[in-house]
């Protein structure tokens, strides 16, 4: 199974979606949450040069947000990310 980080803030619609998404997968991930947490925000931005949640990573290789999501889902390759 694939490790997967996604960087949230509780108040996010679309972490809600990417998570959601997730969880009809299967899948587990770690959460970190930045919005009351400077340094992982600023951790957030250092890894992305993104400051917009979420951000999605898959095996250490960063996805993207929700939106890229639903696209690696709709070409049929998020099934494969997940099985690792």
Not at 20 to 31: I, N, R, V
Not at 61 to 69: A, N, P, R, V, Y
């Amino acid at each position: 199974m694939a490790t997967i980080v996604i960087y949230t803030t509780p108040i996010c619609p679309y972490c809600v979606r990417a998570k959601h998404l997730l969880k009809q997968k299967g899948a587990t991930w770690t959460e970190i949450d930045v919005s009351r947490d400077a340094a992982e925000r600023q951790a957030l931005v250092e890894r992305t040069r993104q400051r917009t949640v979420p951000q999605i990573f898959i095996n250490d290789e960063h996805i993207g947000g929700c939106d890229e999501l639903y696209a690696l889902e709709r070409a049929g390759r998020l099934d494969p990310l997940l099985a690792g």
